[in-house]
């Protein structure tokens, strides 16, 4: 297979120049098949993609994102949100061998995402938050810390708390609580001792009951959540100063592994076949013709094999899945080396029943198309559901929801929001059968755009299939990104925002 086709339609002019020429010499023959060995190596010729399995091992950090409204204050330009964001952003681009898991509070907390070791997704999140809709002023830790303990089974999670330090006086209780349940807490301050005003959008300064203009500042009094717990205090710190913590800090709170593909190089063929014959234009072994003979031979070969198989694949593949001979057209969906050809074979080995095997080859996709990783995602919470793995299955829906709404995946979330793992779900939706991947075939001829060459690292991915559906539950809150400037719901900024009228003086 060729990773990078569109360099093939290099050869057009290079055949079309060739023709035109009315006796090309031996020089000139040799020189053209010189250059289609080059445009042939840029299109990256492989074969035999293997799957590699990596051990990994890492620490649990959870990122804790202070949106109160001082948060907005330009001490720290352009304002210390925004500061945070791209801190946020440089570590987690970093490719630490750590999950990430992140939390927004002001007076409330909540989840934005689940631990996880996928950046697109994390980044995907924190820069999508509207801080227009945050009306909390106030800000308490306590909530936040809580919660954190809640992401995590890891005997001692590090918890990076990116705050300005909020407005209370003491934090005796939000420390005591910390070291009590063996939180490590680092606070990343995002303030200065000098403070900022806070402008509203009317362009006025925002005043207390007292109609004092607020100045918010550095408030070292959170430190103590940090020395209680031998976290840091980094008071506007670099992206390295944030590495060399973590990496202080290291310990093993998960082990696992990484799917590596690797494929089989042949773009060293075309260049050794390139030097061949631009060595035959400018000596006298040009002159010998079974040199040509080989030589042409040996490029019909490596052309022509690969391709010729993929397409004779391709198609029983597709008569098998008309036919519902599922497990079969899944065996030739593999002999095909590409991602949608992979995407096909899950789907058929889920429509044989056999979800296990399925859901190891979703796991084994790598694209960097948001709409196809959310589609893997709700894929392997499908294989989850059916599995009966249902805390698994809610982690990759949320992540799904994150990158892309949709609506079954939303329901599917509601109906398996309390059930346990291995618990039974109710009759009626045991009988109902899988949507998305089960109702058409359309799957077959969708192909997403796909990037990523050889030893491309994959991660858990999921679909836009379907599983059972239909539970009315109480809130918790998930990611709607039902527009292009995708955003918080408005059920997670009524969360957030939950103890805002209870707020007379929050500074």
Known sequence: MLLFPQWLWLLAPLIYMYIKRRKPSQYDTYMYLAMSMIILALSRPVYAPQRIEMPTEGSDVIIALDLSYSMQAQDIQPNRLTVAQRLFEELVNHNLNHRFGVLAFTTNAIILSPLTRDSELLLNLVHRIDRRMIVSK?????????????????????????????????????????????????????????????????????????????????????????????????????????????????????????TLIRYGELFYFCIALALLFFML?????????????????????????????????????????????????????????????RYNAAISRYRSGDYEEALALFESIQSESVDFKAKLYYNIAVCYIRLKAFAQARENLVKSLTLKFDIQAYENWRHIYSASDREALPQQQQQKKAHDISKNTALLQQKPKEQGGSNMKVTTSASSGGAERKIQTESESVLSFATNRAKLSSKQYELINERSVHETTPW
């Open 138 to 258: 106030g800000t308490s830790l306590l909530p936040a810390l809580k919660l954190a303990r809640k992401m995590s089974h890891a005997p001692r999670p590090k918890v990076l708390l990116f705050t300005d330090g909020g407005d209370a006086a003491s934090y005796t209780k939000a420390a005591a609580y910390a070291r009590e349940n063996r939180l490590q807490v680092s606070i990343v301050m995002l303030a200065t001792p000098l403070g900022a005003t806070l402008p509203q959008d009317d362009g006025r300064l925002l005043k207390d009951a007292s109609q004092h203009i607020v100045v918010s500042s550095e408030n070292r009094a959170v430190e103590a959540i940090s020395r209680a717990t031998g976290g840091a205090y980094l008071v506007r710190p670099n992206v390295d100063a944030l590495i060399t913590l973590l990496q202080s800090q290291h310990q093993e709170d998960y082990k696992g592994t990484t």
């Open 281 to 341: 234009a400018h000596t006298v072994l040009g002159s010998r013709l079974h040199a040509k003979i080989i030589t042409i031979l040996l490029l019909l070969g490596i052309n022509t094999h690969a391709g010729v198989l993929e397409v004779y694949h391709l198609y029983r593949a597709k008569q098998a899945y008309a036919r519902e001979q599922y497990l079969q057209a899944a065996e030739h969906f593999l002999h095909v080396n590409s991602n949608m050809a």
